[in-house]
């Protein structure tokens, strides 16, 4: 070994250096000339004659000067570019293979580039923030009720930044809606609510103004709001004296202080248009500023350099305690937990999205083992050629360089097309991406995934090429060049190699296949599940009223009573309600309950359910169905007995032996919150997180007793939306010319779209598991039928001796099933074991669903059958007499 | 691999080079073939280039040293001599070459006797 590694350095110094060595070994050839035409002379030959026989002696200069150079150095570039010629010149003389080995290459590294360039861009890549390693997202959780991650009472964080030693910078945020008025239509504007270290926190300048000063997050201070450039480009149509100048948020002023350059994206990394204000400024969440409890602001925190994560959970935790300690009515049972706020906007994508990458990866196997046992088919018929160079000596490894750089220029062609493919398919993936997807416009083909492609292509030629070019350069001289066209004696090993190759493609085929099959059915059975409500004909619009003008919940009641009464006076607008949050269009709200009579929930084992706000005629619209006692009418006011109705799953959940109708629940938002409201009706069960997620408990209270700040409708009606859409804009108008409509959508669409991630990863997985079973099968018609082309001649003599038809395609089929069941016995346990993956992407089908994994396989042996088929039907038509000649 | 005969033979030409020059001490490239050719009684008649082959990768395992010098013409030659590594190799060699030899001539001998 040593030794090896010492002949290495030498070659490499020389390598360095190489003219030096060059005329060192020019000077010993011409002394050793000399001596030896020396010695001629002197044994009596003329100086001519022994000058020419000196030469003979010696051996070929120029030949002799090249294993010099090849013994001392490296290959040099031009060894590499005459193998790259001459492999140039070997693929333009078999076009066809060229093409199908290309091609396949191309579409497999184009394919994995493309996902590459998501994942990257998703998973990996650094948030655009400076130093983002070092940036975390601090929750407080309380493990024994399943609460993981929640935002922070303003108090607590104000504790928490000031006790802690452990972060540099901490700031917190929340979003919110605001309504933007006296530019052009009202719009709604998506506003991050923040405390002023936010941007000294992202270490970000302002392209224009300055930043927030901590006096502007101080109670009192002056309004002020800072843009973003898009914002300040599209909605204040880039405005060159907008600074210093006054907008008006939900009907209050602000002065514009600074504009956030483009690139600057917070909260989320992908909305471009908003605004930002001091948490003191806003209508709501100013209001909770001095309320200890309540868990509401996002808090995030740059780490000091050096400080480790388990150093930071230690502090974190002491922290913990201190709070339980000195507030224990609001901390007791609270933990502190940190999330890197790369994983944290990163969510639930991640497993998806590396699970695209394995498939992708493995098609890019199969495509790799097709094209090595194309290689070794090729090798077979090539096996003279290299015997008659083998004999012209040529060395081992010669060849298999030679071979080698085939294979290379093979992997770069492919390389290069795979890349022009992937630019191509990033443009196409980008419309397909699910717009939930984070980050999503960070996708790119840059350099680093085009170092990926190159890195890909490399290791995909050595994955081809290394086996069939070993094969080759070993194969026996004087066998090959006995065997005359080398077509008959192909050795047992190569062609165990290229059916071990085959049934390999057939078993990462059927991964592949069972992957897609499951995610295909979850998907069909996700779009017919029900969610609970008829979702045809509905329309849903958002009017979310100003708080600093309509600011008590009496003025929301009557906005929202006059609003529902006046859209229902439109013809064909009879149908229509108010709900808070709508399911599956709007987020959920989760709220704990006590049952009165019960004891309190306990610590781990509290009761929570899902909160709706509606007016009376919403399950009557969405067609939710009644399942005992009533629902909510004209006389459920808030002068009046608070009531309540539960799902049947709640009533199940909390009421297993009980009747629930009359049973007083305490619920509700402060100051309503320990109020009781009885029971008065149960509902059917509606999806309302997920069409694929089960429903859980829920409990509607009558919006007259429990209004928001926001009137959002719902409407059935047959006509079109965007009539739908007019009429609400008109009657809204009529009331206050300042209120905008906003997210004026169709139910229907709202689910279609919110079905998008298992949408998106059911087509890629789909695709890539037809291509794998293309590939596979072009696999076993090309083991097949070459086996049939060797085989000719036996084939011929059978026929000759009296063999029908039907027993030769038998022989062939045979071939075919072995090949194929081999693959699938392999298939199958590495489907079960890979399909685990898909686990919770899974819906309403289990991992290892036995229908699946039958019907794959049969699809599998008959796509395979069918391969094997073509090849066969040309064994039968083999005639004997042209067979025989053959030879 | 076992069927590379190239690899044998530069295997049997290092040896011989070893030899040489621990039984004659340094020599250069010239010399080095010329006894060869002696030795073996000019039965192995080979392009005298090719010692240098044996002679680089003889150099690159360390097992040789190469220096210039004068040679009894007073013309510069390079010389090469063995090293400590290359006598230990040798003597390695040798003995496996030893036996190999041993027991090929038995399975001659038995061969004829027949």
Same mark, same amino acid.
């Given at each position: 070994?040593?030794?090896?590694?010492?002949?290495?350095?030498?070659?490499?110094?020389?390598?360095?250096?190489?003219?030096?060595?060059?005329?060192?070994?020019?000077?010993?050839?011409?002394?050793?000339?000399?001596?030896?035409?020396?010695?001629?002379?002197?044994?009596?030959?003329?100086?001519?004659?022994?000058?020419?026989?000196?030469?003979?002696?010696?051996?070929?200069?120029?030949?002799?000067?090249?294993?010099?150079?090849?013994?001392?150095?490296?290959?040099?570039?031009?060894?590499?570019?005459?193998?790259?010629?001459?492999?140039?010149?070997?693929?333009?003389?078999?076009?066809?293979?060229?093409?199908?080995?290309?091609?396949?290459?191309?579409?497999?590294?184009?394919?994995?580039?493309?996902?590459?360039?998501?994942?990257?861009?998703?998973?990996?890549?650094?948030?655009?923030?400076?130093?983002?390693?070092?940036?975390?997202?601090?929750?407080?959780?309380?493990?024994?009720?399943?609460?993981?991650?929640?935002?922070?009472?303003?108090?607590?964080?104000?504790?928490?930044?000031?006790?802690?030693?452990?972060?540099?910078?901490?700031?917190?945020?929340?979003?919110?809606?605001?309504?933007?008025?006296?530019?052009?239509?009202?719009?709604?504007?998506?506003?991050?609510?923040?405390?002023?270290?936010?941007?000294?926190?992202?270490?970000?300048?302002?392209?224009?103004?300055?930043?927030?000063?901590?006096?502007?997050?101080?109670?009192?201070?002056?309004?002020?709001?800072?843009?973003?450039?898009?914002?300040?480009?599209?909605?204040?149509?880039?405005?060159?004296?907008?600074?210093?100048?006054?907008?008006?948020?939900?009907?209050?002023?602000?002065?514009?202080?600074?504009?956030?350059?483009?690139?600057?994206?917070?909260?989320? #990394?992908?909305?471009?248009?908003?605004?930002?204000?001091?948490?003191?400024?806003?209508?709501?969440?100013?209001?909770?500023?001095?309320?200890?409890?309540?868990?509401?602001?996002?808090?995030?925190?740059?780490?000091?350099?050096?400080?480790?994560?388990?150093?930071?959970?230690?502090?974190?935790?002491?922290?913990?305690?201190?709070?339980?300690?000195?507030?224990?009515?609001?901390?007791?049972?609270?933990?502190?937990?940190?999330?890197?706020?790369?994983?944290?906007?990163?969510?639930?994508?991640?497993?998806?999205?590396?699970?695209?990458?394995?498939?992708?990866?493995?098609?890019?196997?199969?495509?790799?083992?097709?094209?090595?046992?194309?290689?070794?088919?090729?090798?077979?018929?090539?096996?003279?050629?290299?015997?008659?160079?083998?004999?012209?000596?040529?060395?081992?490894?010669?060849?298999?360089?030679?071979?080698?750089?085939?294979?290379?220029?093979?992997?770069?062609?492919?390389?290069?097309?795979?890349?022009?493919?992937?630019?191509?398919?990033?443009?196409?993936?980008?419309?397909?991406?699910?717009?939930?997807?984070?980050?999503?416009?960070?996708?790119?083909?840059?350099?680093?995934?085009?170092?990926?492609?190159?890195?890909?292509?490399?290791?995909?030629?050595?994955?081809?090429?290394?086996?069939?070019?070993?094969?080759?350069?070993?194969?026996?001289?004087?066998?090959?060049?006995?065997?005359?066209?080398?077509?008959?004696?192909?050795?047992?090993?190569?062609?165990?190699?290229?059916?071990?190759?085959?049934?390999?493609?057939?078993?990462?085929?059927?991964?592949?296949?069972?992957?897609?099959?499951?995610?295909?059915? +979850?998907?069909?059975?996700?779009?017919?599940?029900?969610?609970?409500?008829?979702?045809?004909?509905?329309?849903?619009?958002?009017?979310?009223?100003?708080?600093?003008?309509?600011?008590?919940?009496?003025?929301?009641?009557?906005?929202?009573?006059?609003?529902?009464?006046?859209?229902?006076?439109?013809?064909?607008?009879?149908?229509?309600?108010?709900?808070?949050?709508?399911?599956?269009?709007?987020?959920?709200?989760?709220?704990?309950?006590?049952?009165?009579?019960?004891?309190? +929930?306990?610590?781990?084992?509290?009761?929570?359910?899902?909160?709706?706000?509606?007016?009376?005629?919403?399950?009557?619209?969405?067609?939710?169905?009644?399942?005992?006692?009533?629902?909510?009418?004209?006389?459920?006011?808030?002068?009046?007995?608070?009531?309540?109705?539960?799902?049947?799953?709640?009533?199940?959940?909390?009421?297993?032996?009980?009747?629930?109708?009359?049973?007083?629940?305490?619920?509700?938002?402060?100051?309503?919150?320990?109020?009781?409201?009885?029971?008065?009706?149960?509902?059917?069960?509606?999806?309302?997180?997920?069409?694929?997620?089960?429903?859980?408990?829920?409990?509607?209270?009558?919006?007259?007793?429990?209004?928001?700040?926001?009137?959002?409708?719902?409407?059935?009606?047959?006509?079109?939306?965007?009539?739908?859409?007019?009429?609400?804009?008109?009657?809204?108008?009529?009331?206050?010319?300042?209120?905008?409509?906003?997210?004026?959508?169709?139910?229907?669409?709202?689910?279609?779209?919110?079905?998008?991630?298992?949408?998106?990863?059911?087509?890629?997985?789909?695709?890539?598991?037809?291509?794998?079973?293309?590939?596979?099968?072009?696999?076993?018609?090309?083991?097949?039928?070459?086996?049939?082309?060797?085989?000719?001649?036996?084939?011929?003599?059978?026929?000759?001796?009296?063999?029908? +038809?039907?027993?030769?395609?038998?022989?062939?089929?045979?071939?075919?099933?072995?090949?194929?069941?081999?693959?699938?016995?392999?298939?199958?346990?590495?489907?079960?074991?890979?399909?685990?993956?898909?686990?919770?992407?899974?819906?309403?089908?289990?991992?290892?669903?036995?229908?699946?994994?039958?019907?794959?396989?049969?699809?599998?042996?008959?796509?395979?059958?069918?391969?094997?088929?073509?090849?066969?039907?040309?064994?039968?038509? #083999?005639?004997?007499?042209?067979?025989?000649?053959?030879? | 691999?076992?069927?590379?005969?190239?690899?044998?033979?530069?295997?049997?030409?290092?040896?011989?080079?070893?030899?040489?020059?621990?039984?004659?001490?340094?020599?250069?490239?010239?010399?080095?073939?010329?006894?060869?050719?002696?030795?073996?009684?000019?039965?192995?008649?080979?392009?005298?280039?090719?010692?240098?082959?044996?002679?680089?990768?003889?150099?690159?395992?360390?097992?040789?040293?190469?220096?210039?010098?004068?040679?009894?013409?007073?013309?510069?030659?390079?010389?090469?001599?063995?090293?400590?590594?290359?006598?230990?190799?040798?003597?390695?060699?040798?003995?496996?070459?030893?036996?190999?030899?041993?027991?090929?001539?038995?399975?001659?001998?038995?061969?004829?006797?027949?």
């Amino acid at each position: 070994m040593f030794v090896w590694i010492r002949a290495l350095a030498s070659r490499t110094r020389t390598w360095l250096s190489p003219s030096h060595v060059e005329q060192d070994f020019e000077h010993e050839l011409e002394t050793h000339l000399e001596m030896l035409t020396d010695e001629n002379i002197r044994r009596g030959m003329a100086p001519e004659e022994a000058t020419r026989t000196a030469r003979i002696r010696l051996g070929g200069l120029t030949q002799l000067r090249e294993t010099n150079r090849e013994l001392q150095g490296l290959p040099t570039i031009e060894t590499l570019l005459q193998d790259m010629r001459f492999a140039f010149r070997m693929l333009r003389k078999n076009p066809g293979f060229t093409a199908v080995a290309v091609l396949t290459l191309a579409l497999g590294i184009g394919a994995n580039t493309a996902i590459f360039s998501v994942v990257y861009a998703v998973l990996l890549k650094p948030l655009p923030y400076a130093e983002s390693n070092q940036l975390f997202n601090v929750f407080e959780t309380r493990p024994q009720d399943g609460i993981t991650g929640t935002g922070w009472s303003y108090a607590n964080f104000v504790e928490l930044r000031g006790q802690n030693r452990i972060f540099s910078e901490m700031a917190g945020s929340q979003k919110h809606q605001l309504t933007l008025t006296g530019r052009g239509e009202p719009s709604v504007v998506n506003t991050s609510v923040v405390t002023p270290e936010l941007f000294s926190l992202f270490g970000e300048k302002p392209l224009a103004g300055r930043m927030f000063f901590s006096e502007d997050g101080k109670p009192g201070a002056p309004p002020v709001v800072i843009l973003s450039e898009n914002l300040w480009r599209g909605t204040f149509g880039a405005d060159p004296n907008i600074m210093g100048n006054s907008i008006n948020l939900d009907k209050r002023s602000f002065t514009v202080i600074g504009i956030m350059p483009e690139a600057f994206r917070f909260p989320l #990394v992908t909305e471009s248009e908003q605004l930002w204000i001091p948490l003191v400024q806003d209508p709501l969440f100013g209001s909770w500023m001095d309320r200890r409890g309540g868990h509401w602001l996002q808090v995030t925190g740059r780490l000091k350099p050096g400080v480790s994560i388990t150093q930071a959970q230690a502090e974190l935790d002491a922290i913990t305690a201190r709070l339980a300690k000195e507030f224990p009515a609001e901390n007791d049972g609270w933990k502190i937990r940190m999330v890197s706020l790369q994983e944290m906007i990163v969510g639930d994508a991640k497993s998806p999205l590396l699970v695209l990458l394995g498939a992708v990866g493995l098609v890019l196997l199969i495509g790799c083992a097709n094209i090595a046992n194309l290689l070794l088919t090729r090798a077979t018929s090539r096996a003279r050629e290299i015997a008659v160079r083998t004999t012209l000596g040529a060395g081992r490894v010669r060849i298999v360089r030679q071979l080698l750089s085939e294979t290379a220029v093979l992997g770069l062609l492919g390389g290069v097309i795979g890349v022009s493919l992937a630019y191509w398919g990033v443009r196409a993936l980008s419309s397909l991406l699910p717009p939930s997807l984070p980050r999503v416009n960070a996708i790119r083909v840059d350099n680093l995934v085009l170092g990926f492609a190159l890195l890909l292509s490399v290791i995909a030629s050595c994955a081809f090429g290394l086996a069939p070019a070993l094969f080759a350069a070993n194969s026996s001289l004087q066998a090959s060049l006995r065997e005359g066209g080398g077509r008959l004696g192909e050795s047992r090993n190569r062609r165990r190699a290229r059916s071990f190759l085959a049934a390999g493609e057939i078993a990462l085929a059927m991964v592949l296949l069972v992957a897609a099959g499951l995610l295909l059915r +979850s998907f069909s059975k996700l779009m017919s599940v029900s969610p609970g409500f008829d979702a045809q004909h509905i329309v849903k619009a958002d009017i979310s009223l100003p708080q600093f003008q309509y600011s008590t919940p009496q003025q929301w009641t009557a906005f929202s009573d006059e609003l529902l009464a006046r859209i229902q006076a439109q013809p064909g607008l009879q149908d229509s309600a108010v709900a808070v949050p709508r399911p599956i269009a709007d987020g959920i709200i989760n709220l704990g309950f006590d049952i009165v009579g019960n004891p309190p +929930s306990s610590a781990g084992a509290s009761r929570t359910a899902n909160y709706v706000s509606v007016s009376p005629e919403y399950f009557h619209v969405m067609e939710i169905p009644l399942l005992a006692g009533r629902l909510f009418n004209q006389h459920d006011v808030s002068s009046a007995a608070r009531v309540s109705v539960i799902s049947q799953a709640m009533a199940r959940l909390y009421f297993s032996n009980q009747d629930p109708l009359g049973k007083r629940l305490v619920f509700g938002f402060p100051p309503d919150g320990q109020v009781a409201r009885e029971i008065v009706g149960v509902v059917g069960d509606v999806r309302d997180v997920a069409l694929g997620r089960d429903p859980g408990p829920m409990m509607y209270v009558p919006f007259a007793q429990a209004p928001f700040w926001a009137a959002n409708v719902v409407v059935r009606s047959a006509l079109s939306p965007s009539s739908v859409a007019t009429a609400i804009r008109q009657e809204v108008r009529k009331m206050d010319k300042e209120l905008p409509v906003t997210d004026v959508a169709m139910m229907p669409d709202i689910i279609e779209a919110s079905l998008s991630q298992p949408r998106f990863r059911t087509f890629l997985l789909g695709l890539f598991a037809a291509m794998a079973l293309v590939l596979a099968a072009t696999g076993i018609f090309g083991v097949i039928s070459y086996s049939v082309s060797c085989r000719t001649n036996e084939i011929g003599i059978r026929v000759a001796l009296g063999a029908s +038809s039907g027993a030769i395609l038998w022989a062939v089929l045979r071939e075919t099933l072995v090949l194929t069941l081999a693959g699938l016995a392999v298939g199958v346990p590495c489907a079960l074991a890979a399909s685990r993956l898909l686990g919770h992407m899974l819906f309403g089908v289990s991992a290892n669903d036995p229908a699946t994994l039958a019907a794959v396989a049969f699809a599998l042996a008959a796509v395979a059958t069918l391969a094997g088929y073509v090849p066969a039907r040309r064994a039968m038509r #083999v005639d004997p007499l042209v067979a025989l000649r053959y030879e | 691999m076992a069927g590379d005969k190239s690899e044998i033979l530069q295997g049997t030409l290092d040896l011989m080079v070893l030899k040489t020059l621990e039984a004659m001490g340094p020599l250069h490239g010239y010399g080095i073939a010329r006894r060869i050719e002696q030795v073996s009684e000019e039965a192995l008649k080979i392009n005298q280039g090719t010692i240098y082959a044996s002679l680089v990768r003889l150099v690159q395992k360390g097992w040789i040293a190469g220096a210039w010098g004068t040679s009894e013409n007073n013309r510069k030659a390079k010389f090469y001599s063995i090293t400590k590594a290359g006598r230990k190799q040798l003597n390695a060699e040798a003995q496996n070459w030893e036996r190999i030899s041993t027991v090929i001539s038995r399975v001659l001998r038995i061969a004829e006797r027949g």
